[in-house]
């Protein structure tokens, strides 16, 4: 008898189970309002493990960090109550339906559609996205969320109130502003933690743009190709001239030009935009042989002193974050096919190095 008792026991609690979740033995739900209704109070009760099972959150099979019992238990403002309407069948798909749940979240009605469908085991519903935290992706190592530490991207996550907490970054050239209170509701997206450059990174950005810059300004006029294989100065400011030579030639920045710099979603390739040109001045004497004076069988030559400005930019082909620092690389040839007026890059700037 007492062997009875135990056995009967077993299966009254095996019973109370399967009422609570809405499924039988742990297998699908036979409808779409049963297995929506065992999926909303999961939500109310903070049951992201069993919420998940029933109404993925993403299609392609990945765990999702957030969508755990840890972390959605210690969210506040969780959706408090919900109404399961009828399912719709779709007239076109035998055996497809979509059911809308109204719910309330942040004292606030909210409705939300679900599509499932029959299975013969019950039926199956397409994954459906609540909205998502930023976990700052590569550049961030880890960080916590509700206290439980986890890493990603875009973070997918239930309904509720989270905090994002112990942000770690992947280096020094990379810095994390964190929203502390992240809201995801539906179809809210973007809150948690924004990656940009650091202070030391743009730092070290604009030295190696200056001394790129200042390698093309102290090559002699012989090796500037080599030294700057993007050196171009406009028609305007390119002293060459039939029967006239120029000596003397020197150039100097006036005025530096100015960037500005982003990095971008993958946390690696940088984005470094012209913001204002600098200021080349190229002085130099004009040595000009005129025409000749029959009279006395000679060429008039003079000699002047002239200066003419253009304005300077640097053409910049890619940049990134490599774990040694940044890696910018140049235009070995800006020019596009044989016309000197098409460059690489867009800029007001005349004059490129």
């Known amino acids: 008898m007492k062997l009875k008792s135990i056995i009967g026991a077993a299966v009254a609690t095996a019973a109370i189970t399967a009422t609570l979740t809405g499924c039988s033995a742990g297998g699908p739900p036979k409808s779409a309002e049963e297995g929506l209704k065992s999926y909303f109070q999961a939500l109310v009760d903070g049951h992201a493990d069993d919420a998940v099972k029933i109404v993925p959150l993403n299609d392609d099979g990945d765990a999702e960090p957030l969508a755990t019992d840890a972390v959605l238990g210690k969210a506040t403002d969780r959706i408090t109550d919900f109404t399961v309407g009828t399912p719709v069948p779709d007239s076109s798909d035998p055996g497809k339906a979509t059911t809308t749940v109204s719910y309330t979240l942040g004292g606030e009605r909210g409705t939300k559609e679900f599509t499932s469908y029959k299975t013969k085991d019950g039926v199956k519903f397409e994954d459906e996205s609540w909205g998502s935290i930023s976990g700052g992706g590569t550049s961030v190592t880890s960080l916590k969320v509700n ?23 992947a280096s020094k050239y990379v810095k994390a502003k964190v929203d502390k209170t992240v809201e995801v509701s539906k179809g809210s997206l973007g809150g948690g933690v924004h990656i940009g450059l650091s202070a030391a990174a743009e730092s070290e950005i604009n030295r190696q743009l200056k001394a790129h810059l200042d390698t093309c300004l102290s090559a002699s006029p012989d090796t500037r190709a080599l030294s700057c294989p993007n050196w171009h100065i406009a028609s305007s400011a390119n002293p060459t001239a039939e029967e006239t030579t120029y000596t003397g030639i020197k150039y100097a920045l006036t005025q530096e030009p100015t960037y500005t710099l982003g990095l971008n979603s993958d946390g690696k390739t940088l984005d470094i935009m012209g913001d204002g040109p600098g200021t080349l001045v190229v002085s130099y004497t004009k040595h000009e042989i ?54 690489v890059g867009e800029t007001d700037a005349d004059t490129w190095a």
């Not at 439980?148 to 907490?165: E, M, N, Q, R």
């Not at 006395?296 to 910049?316: C, F, H, M, P, R």
């Open 147 to 169: 206290g439980v530490k986890v890493k990603g991207d875009t973070l997918h996550a239930f309904p509720g109130t989270y905090t994002v907490s112990d942000v770690n970054v």
């Open 290 to 343: 005129g025409q000749t004076i029959f009279d006395y069988g000679q060429k008039v030559v003079t000699d002047e002193q002239e200066e003419i400005s253009a304005s300077l930019a640097i053409a910049v082909k890619s940049a990134k974050l490599t774990k040694d620092g940044v890696k910018i690389t140049y235009y070995e040839d800006k020019r596009l096919g044989g016309d000197d007026d098409e460059y």
